[in-house]
């Protein structure tokens, strides 16, 4: 069975076919720039240029940057308002012939994170913090997914948290990276207060980067950067599409049959 992985990112929508048992790729991503605007059309068709590059496959799981349910994008804070209530993985499978599960970004990086990467055989309460454009957030209890948790927006003195302390501010703002960390480390005390997790783990491009902020937060929770870099979007993406296919897995985060008059999948 071939399963895709295709990451809807603020810069590109990324995907590779992903051997599941293992977690790993199995060929050469293929990237092309996410479209501007990124509307409902223009990105269905830049995943479906990316798949097609990929051959004949058999499920495909795609990341979407809001929340998610049974397959319908719910939220759009860094996306084109037209993927509010847009029946995604209805569009993405209507447009490849093939079965679609759509899940929130940070969910799938957390969940390839948990099953191959830093948090593997973890137990108790996980959380997986996405550093990008916005702040992610997945939630893991005994290596099953919480689904759709928005952390990200969280308010710190009055401020949505993304926009006081994801990687695009420190950016845009050009703060240095011990000015970036005191925000940081804010946002990760708020975050440790309300949930008391065993773990956090952070992705996104910044995680890579860990050495320059990590030794200067002040925080009582454990904190790794996440391992599979780059690639747990797209690998968390083919886990979902494997086990809403009948797979082994945690969660079920909305699969689509590819039938339009078959119910979504439910766990
Ligand atoms: C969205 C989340 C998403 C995160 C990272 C936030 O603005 O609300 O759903 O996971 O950005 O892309």
Request: hydrophobic letters at 45%; charged letters at 20%.
């Amino acid at each position: 069975m071939t399963i895709l992985g295709i990451d809807i990112g603020g810069s590109g929508v990324k995907g590779a076919p992903v051997d599941v048992a293992r977690g790993e790729l199995l060929g050469e991503r293929f990237r092309v720039p996410t479209p501007r605007p990124a509307d409902v059309d223009r990105v269905v068709e830049a995943v479906a240029e990316v798949a097609a590059r990929f051959g004949d496959f058999d499920s495909i799981g795609v990341t979407f940057p809001g929340v998610v349910v049974d397959g319908v994008t719910r939220s759009a804070a860094n996306v084109d308002k037209s993927w509010l209530d847009a029946p995604a993985a209805q569009l993405f499978s209507d447009r490849l012939g093939k079965p679609v599960t759509v899940l929130n970004d940070a969910d799938a990086a957390g969940v390839a994170e948990v099953a191959f990467g830093a948090g593997h055989d973890q137990s108790g309460l996980i959380m997986m913090l996405t550093f990008g454009t916005g702040i992610g957030s997945a939630l893991f209890l005994d290596g099953t997914l919480i689904p759709n948790t928005e952390f990200g927006h969280l308010e710190i003195d009055g401020a949505d948290a993304e926009l006081l302390a994801s990687d695009r501010i420190r950016e845009t703002e050009d703060l240095s990276w011990e000015q970036w960390a005191v925000r940081v480390e804010r946002y990760l005390r708020h975050v440790e207060m309300l949930l008391a997790p065993r773990l956090f783990i952070v992705g996104g491009g910044v995680s890579k980067k860990s050495e320059k902020f990590f030794p200067l937060l002040d925080i009582r929770t454990p904190i790794v950067p996440a391992t599979l870099l780059n690639n747990a979007g797209i690998i968390g993406a083919a886990i979902a599409a494997h086990q809403a296919a009948g797979g082994p897995g945690p969660q079920d985060p909305g699969a689509i049959a590819v039938d339009a008059a078959a119910p979504a999948a439910q766990g």
